[in-house]
């Protein structure tokens, strides 16, 4: 149980078009999903965090409008980057957390970007 | 601010040899401290969640535990394929964020 997807696994695309990247959770609801970046040998840094219907809640220094999420439905998320320069490419993991008491969140396995 | 510490930061194990890895926190209400796998080039692989002290989760050849202010994850006589990365988490106060760890990467030779 508990498994989250991504779409695409790696993708890449010209500097100045706009990527998007699909989150889904198979077998349970998501209330909470989230977006990290991680750089190579470093720790997962949090873009941003969104409820079912709502806003996102972007981290300090990320840009909102580049980094467009969209949470519409309970097992589906989505990332676009817009108007990507190189220094968009990175790999990009999704989690998602279910409601009630559980803090746990279940991890995508991520998706590779690169912008030439 | 919550701070996680995790340590060493590498290890190299011969098969077979135990070992532990640390996890220091500093958080106000903790809610939940967390370790995950993660192999190169994927997302991280949910291992155990641990909520207050005193609390003990194995699985095969993993066992965390927690204090108030550490958690540990021993491996026990570890296989080539325990090699990854080990992160750990917390979860604190009203927050629905996690805040990680710089990781422990672990390598274990045959």
């Known amino acids: 149980g508990a498994v989250v997807s991504q779409h695409p696994s790696w993708v890449i695309c010209k500097s100045g078009t706009s990527v998007k990247i699909e989150c889904r959770s198979l077998?349970?609801?998501?209330?909470?999903m989230f977006w990290y970046r991680q750089f190579p040998k470093q720790s997962l840094m949090l873009m941003a965090t969104?409820?079912?219907?709502?806003?996102?809640?972007?981290e300090q220094g990320v840009e909102k409008d580049k980094f467009l999420i969209n949470h519409a439905s309970l097992t589906l998320s989505t990332l676009t980057v817009t108007s990507a320069h190189p220094e968009d490419s990175s790999f990009y993991i999704c989690?998602?957390?279910?409601?009630?008491?559980?803090?746990?969140?279940?991890f995508g396995p991520g998706t590779r970007l690169t912008v030439t | 601010e919550d701070q996680v510490t995790q340590s060493p930061e590498a290890l190299r194990l011969q098969e077979g040899e135990s070992s532990s890895l640390n996890c220091s926190y500093t958080?106000?209400?903790?809610?939940?401290l967390f370790w995950y796998r993660q192999d190169p080039g994927k997302g991280p692989e949910f291992l155990f969640t641990?909520?207050?002290a005193g609390e003990e989760k194995e699985k095969e050849r993993l066992k965390a535990t927690l204090t108030k202010k550490e958690s540990f994850l021993h491996i026990t006589a570890p296989k080539p394929e325990d090699s990854a990365t080990y992160l750990c988490?917390?979860?604190?106060?009203?927050?629905?964020?996690?805040?990680f760890g710089k990781g422990n990467q672990v390598v274990v030779i045959p």
């Open positions: 989690s998602a957390r279910g409601g009630g008491a559980s803090y746990e969140q279940y």
């Open positions: 077998d349970f609801q998501a209330t909470t």
């Open positions: 969104s409820n079912e219907g709502s806003k996102a809640t972007y």
């Open positions: 958080v106000s209400g903790l809610r939940g």
């Open positions: 641990l909520y207050s």
């Open positions: 988490a917390v979860q604190a106060g009203g927050n629905n964020r996690l805040a």
